[in-house]
């Protein structure tokens, strides 16, 4: 069965709002709603598929795209691969060309919405920021909790509150503040034992790889209104991380780094196949920083992660 190619679009507007189409009852999972876009013809460039149909379906002219996600997934009918752009710049006003009702919806309101299975990991990348800053190991508390205020007032918003020195009841009592701090500014995620989970139900969970070996096969420990990540080092972690049901992973180290100097550096071109791979947003994390940001994106990631890099108090 031939993999059907297909251009899509993560729209947005001004207002930072998406706009998504219902697809027509009678179309394969008809009645859902997309992310607008459609087929790649055989020879044809990716982006100009992408502006061909944006122009035939909306009747826009699109103006700045860059790559979003990409996305392989198996129907038991048919095998697609979701080519993902995020378009925040266009001319004309969007309209149902083709009929088709559309709407412009916030980030955070994706998720109430149906989408086709293949499309989860779009919603999640679409609802995801290009950076995620890691807090540093060996601060004190009002020092840490200082900075993580100042990173989500400079415009972070994914905090994983990393202390791995720290021990556990000191850290409870940290999370509880930054779980404060991050509250409708940024998406807080924490680490720590799985017994944890149902005391801190705003936060996400990020996994090390080491329970993700552990607990993969036991599938998501919580349902999916919450976020899940983990820390992926490899192409067999990646695949724990799909078997899991994460909603996305930091791959590391992509350089060499001050922090952990003795790891291998998978460098930009292993990085690009291992993420070429995986059909989840992918955060590179290892001697990168917000300069680097363009070349993940070009490299198939969602972003950038970093410790040093993202940290307002070094």
């Not at 955060?283 to 990631?301: I, S």
Request: hydrophobic share 45%; glycine share 10%; net charge negative.
């Amino acid at each position: 069965m031939k993999r059907v190619h297909v251009a899509a679009a993560v729209i947005r507007g001004t207002d930072g709002r998406i706009l998504i189409a219902r697809r027509a009852d009678c179309q394969h999972q008809g009645g859902l709603w997309e992310f607008p876009g459609g087929k790649v013809e055989d020879g044809e460039a990716v982006e100009r598929a992408l502006a061909r149909e944006l122009h035939e379906e909306l009747g826009i002219v699109v103006t700045a795209a860059r790559p979003l996600i990409k996305v392989k997934h198996d129907y038991p009918d048919k095998q697609v691969l979701l080519d993902v752009w995020e378009v925040n710049g266009f001319t004309g006003e969007p309209h149902g060309a083709e009929g088709q009702p559309l709407a412009w919806v916030s980030a955070r309101e994706l998720p109430h919405y149906d989408f086709p299975e293949a499309n989860q990991p779009i919603v999640a990348a679409a609802r995801l920021p290009g950076q995620y800053l890691i807090t540093p190991e060996g601060l004190e508390v009002p020092q840490m909790l200082r900075g993580i205020q100042k990173a989500i007032a400079g415009g972070i918003k994914l905090v994983q509150l990393r202390a791995p020195n720290m021990y556990d009841p000191k850290y409870r009592d940290v999370a509880v503040d930054a779980v404060g701090l991050c509250a409708g500014k940024a998406q807080l995620m924490l680490k720590g034992p799985l017994e944890w989970l149902g005391d801190f139900p705003a936060a996400g969970w990020h996994l090390t790889s080491e329970q993700l070996r552990k607990y993969a096969s036991k599938g998501r420990p919580f349902p999916k209104e919450r976020w899940l990540a983990a820390s992926c080092h490899n192409a067999e972690e990646l695949a724990l991380a799909e078997q899991m049901g994460v909603d996305f992973v930091t791959l590391s180290p992509v350089q060499a780094t001050q922090t952990h100097p003795h790891a291998v550096p998978l460098g930009w071109e292993q990085a690009q196949q291992l993420i070429e791979g995986f059909s989840k947003p992918v955060y590179l994390l290892g001697g990168v920083g917000a300069a680097e940001l363009d070349k993940a994106w070009l490299h198939g990631a969602q972003g950038v992660a970093g410790i040093r890099a993202f940290w307002p108090e070094l």
